[in-house]
């Protein structure tokens, strides 16, 4: 069975950089792209990028100057920061698979950890 | 960036009854790269529809995906109780990736 397992401190000060962890399990790490998602309380998705084995990424622009993703393969995980933060980077983050073999959608996802920006 | 827009916001209807759901993006939607995920109270999105009109692996058949260009429609036959979540579409015919903003399925 795939999971996928975000972790990472539920608090962060503003000004400061959010740092999560996605922990990777039951499938293969390579020929998919992990992506970061997030979800601020009661809003909708926001795509922040994604990454594939190799090291490529793709950031979203909204994000592009403060956020960077990289990958183990060793340990298949990958990780998201997210610097410069502020109250409107609370929210629920996702990490999920992008399946670019067949539906090139987010076929699984973690169950999203809360970071709450706060001092 | 495309920017996608759902309709109605929320939908009220009984079981057993259609849901249309509707999604409008901004600009053409190259190759109907359109997915539309499940998402219910506390828990993550799960994937429903991905290509426009393709079920993901266990969806049943009570959910079809259609449309192209720049409308798309999530259509749910003879709902069920556990079909109450909010629903959305997203775009991966161009960088970056978007969402549209959720239509929210109450079943009476």
């Known amino acids: 069975q795939v999971q996928l397992q975000e972790s990472g401190p539920g608090l962060v000060k503003p000004s400061e950089t959010l740092s999560l962890t996605c922990t990777v399990s039951?499938?293969?790490?390579?020929?998919?792209?992990w992506s970061w998602i997030r979800q601020p309380p009661g809003k909708g998705l926001e795509w922040i990028g994604h990454i594939y084995y190799t090291g490529r990424i793709d950031y979203s622009p909204s994000f592009k100057n403060r956020v960077t993703i990289s990958v183990d393969t060793s340990r298949d995980l990958f990780s998201l920061k997210l610097s410069s933060v502020t109250a409107a980077d609370t929210a629920v983050y996702y990490c999920?698979?992008?399946?670019?073999?067949?539906?090139?959608?987010?076929?699984?996802w973690g169950q999203g950890t809360l970071v709450t920006v706060s001092s | 960036e495309i920017v996608l827009t759902q309709s109605p916001g929320t939908l009220s209807l009984s079981p057993g009854e259609r849901a249309t759901l509707s999604c409008r993006a901004s600009q053409f939607v190259s190759r109907s790269y359109v997915a539309w995920y499940q998402q219910k109270p506390g828990q993550a999105p799960s994937l429903l529809i991905y290509g426009a009109s393709s079920r993901a692996t266990g969806i049943p058949d009570r959910f079809s995906g259609s449309g192209s260009g720049t409308d798309f429609t999530l259509s749910i036959s003879r709902l069920e109780p556990e079909d109450s979540a909010v629903y959305y579409c997203q775009q991966y015919g161009s960088s970056p990736r978007t969402f549209g903003q959720g239509t929210k399925v109450e079943i009476k």
């Open positions: 039951g499938t293969s790490f390579t020929n998919y792209y």
């Open positions: 999920a698979r992008l399946d670019i073999l067949i539906s090139d959608a987010f076929d699984v």
